[in-house]
């Protein structure tokens, strides 16, 4: 800290105007590698910060600001630092791709956010097949999460039904939960098979085909208890 109270006239080389700044820099970039290794992301995080307030056209400097970011679960300032990144790097397609890490799932609704975002990325002049395909590796995770938090519903709500008296208010409530929630199954199965469209790698699309099994399978799940009551 003690470096941001020197002087201007504090000693420096001849002719370098710079040198305090530059000074302070690579300070800033040693303490925040040294907290890293350390796990102390808050106070890595502060260093970068301030650093790339410095230098706020580094890029490598901001893409460690952008995954330090990530790992604090710091979404909102991760896309800040992206915006950034984009704005120095427009034609860098991985950017436009990392957009994706930077929204979370948990429900439906996080996943159509993602979807939009995605088709934004898809229809960019630039978009390629490795895009496409990169794309599609990237959205896996992110169904994974989604399916994950379907079939925890499900559970819940067809428990609900089994425990709750036949006809009650409570059951009722309990079966519409149940039809909205094979509708958003049935919304997650178009994505993969929209994902399954984007020509993804072998590994990917086993990946994906899988989860389209097991998402085919609630959704008969709840049609069938469905049919029974």
């Known amino acids: 800290r003690y470096l941001g109270t020197l002087p201007i006239e504090a000693p420096r080389r001849h002719g370098d105007a710079e040198f305090h700044r530059r000074l302070r820099f690579h300070l800033l970039c040693q303490l925040a590698d040294e907290a890293i290794r350390r796990n102390r ?110 079939h925890r519903l499900a559970r819940d709500i067809i428990g609900d039904l089994d425990r709750l008296p036949l006809g009650s208010d409570g059951w009722y409530q309990a079966r519409r939960e149940l039809r909205r929630l094979r509708h958003d199954a049935e919304w997650l199965l178009g994505v993969i098979d929209y994902a399954m469209n984007l020509t993804p790698a072998d590994d990917t699309r086993s990946q994906l085909g899988r989860m389209q099994e097991k998402t085919q399978r609630l959704i008969r799940q709840c049609q069938n208890w469905e049919n029974t009551t």
């Open 41 to 150: 992301w808050e106070i890595a995080h502060a260093h970068l910060l301030e650093a790339s307030s410095l230098r706020p056209e580094q890029v490598e400097l901001l893409e460690r600001l952008y995954r330090l970011q990530k790992i604090r679960g710091d979404f909102a300032a991760a896309r800040q630092s992206l915006a950034r990144l984009q704005s120095l790097r427009p034609n860098n397609g991985l950017y436009r791709l990392e957009e994706l890490d930077c929204y979370p799932v948990r429900t439906s609704d996080d996943l159509e956010c993602v979807i939009q975002r995605l088709g934004d990325i898809l229809h960019h002049p630039s978009a390629d097949d490795w895009l496409r395909h990169e794309a599609a590796t990237r959205l896996v995770p992110k169904l994974h999460e989604c399916s994950r938090h379907l």
